[in-house]
């Protein structure tokens, strides 16, 4: 190769090499990325761990728009309140649900909302508030959770 082609070839790549690096921002930081939605339902049974008092710790299987497994904790009481994570392969999501219970018998069924406060991985910085439909079951403590509505990431 000629020496001007070979210098106009060097000169082309650190041109290209400069404009990369002004796309770049000064702090360094990562490019933001694209929101993204999810629009679904999912659902999870699950079982009880362990229990203190009205706080009840459970886990099970979720299906739906996000599979995977899910744990929970679950203040029993003349309102339903918790906390639940998600863990799915490309990562977890996690979220504050408050639900009020209908029923006195064996089954209680409830309705209210779960906020999505966070996620990581492929989820991170997830949010959203969904609606939030069960059953709890007052002898074996199992819930059947169903949420359904959009989440952000």
Do not use: W
């Not at 991170?124 to 074996?140: K, Q, S, W």
């Amino acid at each position: 190769m000629k020496r001007s082609k070979r210098t106009c070839l060097l000169a082309s790549i650190i041109l290209a090499g400069i404009a990369t690096l002004s796309t770049v921002p000064a702090s360094g930081a990562a490019r933001a990325r694209a929101a993204r939605t999810i629009s679904g339902a999912d659902s999870a049974h699950l079982h009880l761990l362990h229990q203190d008092e009205s706080l009840l710790f459970e886990e099970g299987k979720a299906t739906g728009v996000l599979p995977g497994r899910m744990s929970a904790q679950l203040t029993v009481a003349q309102q339903y309140s918790g906390t639940c994570t998600i863990y799915t392969n490309g990562g977890s999501v996690t979220g504050h649900g408050v639900a009020t219970p209908h029923g006195t018998g064996r089954f209680q069924s409830f309705k209210g909302t779960l906020t999505i406060t966070g996620g990581t991985g492929r989820f991170r910085g997830a949010h959203g508030r969904t609606g939030l439909y069960g059953t709890f079951d007052r002898r074996t403590f199992s819930l059947v959770i169903q949420t359904t509505g959009n989440i952000s990431y």
